[in-house]
């Protein structure tokens, strides 16, 4: 029984993004949180010491109760619903998170990157672009607008494809949007306001942002990244048809 | 033996150009660089389709890829990290494999013990994860690999799918004995680049230090059926395309 509609991958096709609502069920949620709150440096039923505090990733992506999040919910499946039976490599989510800021300025990001570029901090090998087929960000806290939101451009993900089929890979400097989108022409980004056990599908080569977070809750995220089986094999290749090798979307 | 072009004759020329030069110089085969020639395959506008179509276009034959060095250390902090190093070559590696490259041509780091170990564990990690291609080490002055007693030390630590790139202009500015070293690792030799020199200084084919005959006459006793690479660099007593020519002449009179 497939768990996704044809129209939900027509989206993805579009779009770059699918949301999915409630991917995850109440206990999943719950353990995810337990698990992350063990590592987080702040009182949990003291908002006040969320603010500003750490650490960015307080679990580890192989803790059972987050590569449940992927493995044992329905995500993993619709993924390979999208891109092929045991195509992807397994891979996991692992958190990225938001703390509160004090400063309550807020504007939404004015530009989006592709990830798997060199930075001199980032651990990218200088030369070289990581190469993921497919996204997901989940959520295990409630993210409202401005709450440090995933933040998206969707179809950009058909921008990035013209591009590289007359560019080289590693002609986008960090990954940055300004080299794909002349000044003045990126569109406005979405933020991925969601419940806990919400979830975001994103295309590998989807512009995308962090943003800061003004409210109350912690940016409780996980993300996990998935790559392709035959990686090594498809990487420098840019096919017409930008779905030529996604088993369930072509 | 085949005959191949290479670009360093030219460096400044994008890879449109070198491929027109090629074909007017006579040869059906090219060889490319990562770094150093502005012919390289990752130049910004180009994706690699394009490359391969410009190629087949041409009707020339993409024989090798000369990619970044093994040093093991991270180039952009000068720090010791082969695992970053090897990332590094395990990108150019899969770059030269959506070519249609089975070999790829490498060298090692500073001659330090450190790059040394380097060099061994990371060509075998590298050969071990990637199974369907083979690495040539090539030689150069004050690279971990300069001397036939660097080699000696290292070939026998690699897999069998490790091969010795022969470089003579790299072996006569490092005042290294050519047809020892050829001799001593004839049986390992995977690549040969062909430079005639005076001391360091490039020379018409023929007019140098090369003793190109007893070379070739080496390499066909040794069942050496590869490929050789014409190598002309810093060209001062003709025009690039009359000096490939002529290069490319002497060399075929000699294989035959």
Avoid at chain 1, 140 to 155: L, Q, R, S
Avoid at chain 1, 167 to 182: C, E, N, R, T
């Amino acid at each position: 029984m497939p768990h996704l509609t044809p129209e939900q991958k027509n989206d993805f096709k579009e779009n770059g993004c699918l949301i999915i609502r409630n991917a995850l069920a109440p206990e999943q949620i719950q353990a995810a949180q337990d698990t992350l709150w063990a590592g987080i440096e702040a009182n949990r039923n003291d908002p006040e010491t969320w603010v500003e505090a750490g650490p960015r990733s307080p679990a580890s992506t192989n803790d059972p109760a987050i590569r449940a999040t992927v493995h044992e919910s329905p995500l993993f499946a619709m993924m390979e619903e999208m891109v092929g039976k045991d195509l992807l490599n397994p891979g996991s989510a692992g958190p990225a998170f938001v703390y509160p800021s004090k400063d309550k300025n807020w504007s939404l990001p004015a530009r989006g990157h592709l990830d798997g570029y060199y930075t001199p901090t980032n651990g990218v090998a200088e030369g070289t672009v990581g190469y993921m087929t497919m996204n997901v960000t989940i959520y295990v806290e409630d993210i409202d607008a401005k709450g440090g939101c995933f933040t998206y451009w969707p179809g950009s993900h058909r921008v990035a494809h013209e591009y590289f089929k007359t560019h080289s890979l590693l002609s986008v400097q960090g990954g940055v949007s300004s080299d794909l989108y002349p000044e003045g022409k990126f569109p406005e980004g979405q933020q991925f306001v969601g419940k806990a056990g919400d979830a975001i599908f994103w295309h590998g080569q989807l512009f995308h942002s962090g943003s800061k977070n003004v409210n109350r809750n912690i940016r409780m995220a996980l993300i996990g990244r998935f790559s392709r089986k035959d990686s090594n094999d498809i990487r420098f290749e840019t096919n017409d048809d930008q779905w030529a090798t996604w088993e369930g979307i072509n | 033996m085949q005959l191949v072009f290479s670009p360093t004759l030219c460096p400044d020329l994008l890879l449109p150009d070198i491929i027109d030069l090629t074909k007017a110089a006579g040869f059906s085969r090219l060889e490319l660089f990562r770094a150093h020639t502005e012919s390289t395959p990752v130049h910004d506008d180009w994706s690699v389709p394009m490359v391969r179509e410009a190629l087949a276009d041409a009707g020339l034959a993409l024989t090798s890829l000369n990619i970044r060095n093994l040093t093991g250390r991270k180039a952009d902090a000068d720090e010791h990290n082969l695992a970053y190093n090897l990332r590094q070559l395990e990108w150019d590696i899969h770059l030269g494999r959506a070519l249609g490259l089975s070999t790829m041509n490498t060298k090692g780091g500073e001659r330090t013990d450190e790059a040394l170990a380097d060099l061994i564990e990371g060509v075998n990690t590298l050969l071990k994860k990637i199974p369907d291609i083979s690495l040539n080490l090539g030689n150069q002055k004050d690279n971990r690999l300069q001397t036939l007693a660097d080699y000696q030390a290292v070939m026998p630590e690699l897999s069998t799918r490790a091969h010795v790139l022969l470089d003579t202009g790299h072996l006569l500015t490092a005042d290294e004995p050519i047809m020892p070293f050829a001799e001593a690792l004839a049986d390992r030799i995977g690549h040969v680049h062909l430079r005639d020199q005076k001391g360091d200084k490039p020379v018409p084919f023929g007019t140098g230090d090369l003793p190109f005959a007893e070379l070739i006459t080496l390499l066909k006793d040794s069942h050496y059926d590869g490929l050789l690479v014409i190598e002309l660099e810093e060209v001062d007593w003709a025009e690039p395309l009359p000096a490939a020519i002529a290069a490319r002449e002497y060399v075929e009179g000699l294989v035959g």
